[in-house]
């Protein structure tokens, strides 16, 4: 499986995160790490996983997380930094928007 770190603002595959499957990778609290689990639930500072034992809150700030997303070649993983994701999900591609150049922006329209 191919691992790519990426902008989730770039990439507008990612943009809805929830129904994905995810890996706490890095964390502030050390007792998530290596977490895994479904996105079922985001919100400005949270996801909500559901994992085989239960469902857990897990804080975005200072967490690093690998997202598996369906890719042109198959299935890929995505590493994400928590605080690239601190942005109430409705939101997100309204950000997405300011980021992008604005050459882009005219294209689009």
């Known amino acids: 499986m191919r691992k790519r770190t990426l902008d989730p603002y770039r990439n507008t595959n990612i943009l809805e995160l ?24 985001e919100t400005m500072n949270m996801f909500l996983l559901r994992t085989e034992e239960k469902d857990k809150k897990v804080a975005k700030k200072g967490a690093e997380f690998e997202f598996t997303v369906d890719g ?38």
């Not at 990778?25 to 790490?33: G, Q, R, S």
Request: glycine share 8%; hydrophobic share 30%; net charge positive.
């Open 18 to 41: 929830i129904g994905l499957n995810v890996k706490v990778v890095t964390h502030t609290d050390p007792a998530l790490e290596g977490l895994r689990g479904k996105v079922v639930d």
């Open 72 to 109: 042109q070649k198959g299935p890929m993983v995505v590493t994400i930094a928590g605080d690239e994701l601190l942005v109430r999900p409705e939101d997100r591609t309204k950000k997405l928007e300011r980021k992008r150049p604005l050459d882009d922006r005219r294209r689009s329209h």
